[in-house]
């Protein structure tokens, strides 16, 4: 029997559990667990994703997140790839990082998104590695108890406001529901029904029809990525056609990276199609990006 297909639909809201491979362990320095931040920082700028709450543990990640459109499977693959291969580079390692297929479980945001965001900062307690969450250093609980900064990271309000008008009230109040849970924090469970969701038997019953319904391939943005091109084209007094043409001088391949980089930030064209389009090889494309998303973290 096949893997059951992930349910994905535009909006959907998923508790993402990731595993060490063997259990072993996911971060081996803090510089370890930074890059895994920064590369979710890119992950959601690139895909329009919502972080609700996030904890990076020893041997395992748990993820609270919202997909700008159904694709969180190729969201996930793509970021795990590219971890692997910077654990693999840091530590000089080969294989796999994490352990097989990733756990994810669509969230009913109107009724359990609360409760998923202390269920996810709680996991420190659980594995006993904080007993105070909201001091946990790798985790997103301080984004949510700290009233004087908001961490651009992390898409706190949503939840907050369930607490009242101003950040301080709102704080406190989310503290204090931290405080209550960790009175029972080795009982808590998730309230996974169907195998798939965390909701109640309405909300499994909504996803049938998304399971149900076909997926439809997402659409190429080359319009878009044409207007991208033509703008960088003409900022530097060149046509759309050098830009995407086999013209090598260091002028026109700098404004050529410059044009690869905007349309892959902001249509989120995959590689493959950026290769198509400006008639370069995949392995360049992603020289090129990676090249330049190294410049900018």
């Known amino acids: 029997m096949g893997r059951p297909q992930r349910i994905q639909y535009a909006g959907a809201c998923y508790l993402v559990v990731l595993q060490g491979n063997n259990r072993q362990d996911l ?3 803090n510089q370890d667990r930074r890059q895994f931040l920064a590369q979710l920082k890119q992950y959601k700028e690139r895909h329009g994703l919502k972080v609700f709450a996030y904890s990076l ?13 159904p694709n969180l499977s190729a969201v996930m693959q793509g970021f795990n ?5 910077y654990f693999n580079a840091a530590h000089k390692t080969v294989g796999h990082v994490f352990q097989g297929r990733y756990r994810a479980y669509i969230v009913d945001k109107e009724t359990h998104l609360e409760e998923m965001t202390r269920y996810v900062h709680l996991a420190c307690a659980r594995d006993a590695l904080q007993d105070k969450p909201w001091r946990y250093q790798w985790s997103s609980c301080a984004a949510y108890v700290e009233a004087e900064r908001k961490e651009p990271l ?13 950040r301080l009230k709102q704080s406190v109040g989310y503290l204090r529901s931290i405080e209550e849970r960790l009175k029972t924090v080795g009982e808590q469970i998730l309230p996974v029904i169907g195998g798939v969701a ?21 659409p190429v943005p080359v319009a878009a990525a044409r207007q ?3 703008e960088v084209a003409d900022r530097h007094g060149l046509t ?14 700098a404004v050529r990276r410059e044009a690869i980089h905007r349309v892959w930030k902001e249509t989120r064209m995959g590689v493959s199609e950026l290769a198509r389009l400006f008639r370069r090889t995949p392995s360049a494309i992603s020289q090129v990006i990676r090249s330049l998303e190294t410049e900018t973290t």
């Open 57 to 69: 543990l020893g041997s395992s990640v748990n993820l609270l997140i919202e997909t700008a459109l």
């Open 228 to 230: 991208i091109i033509a």
């Open 240 to 253: 759309e056609e050098t830009v995407l043409g086999r013209v090598q001088w260091r002028e026109v391949s």
């Open 198 to 218: 965390i909701g109640g038997e309405a909300f499994l019953e909504k996803l049938a029809a998304h399971r149900e319904a076909p997926s439809l391939p997402r």
């Open 27 to 29: 971060f081996l320095s």
């Open 154 to 166: 992390v898409d706190s309000d949503v939840v907050l406001r369930k607490f009242g008008n101003g």
């Open 81 to 85: 790839t590219q971890y692997t291969k």
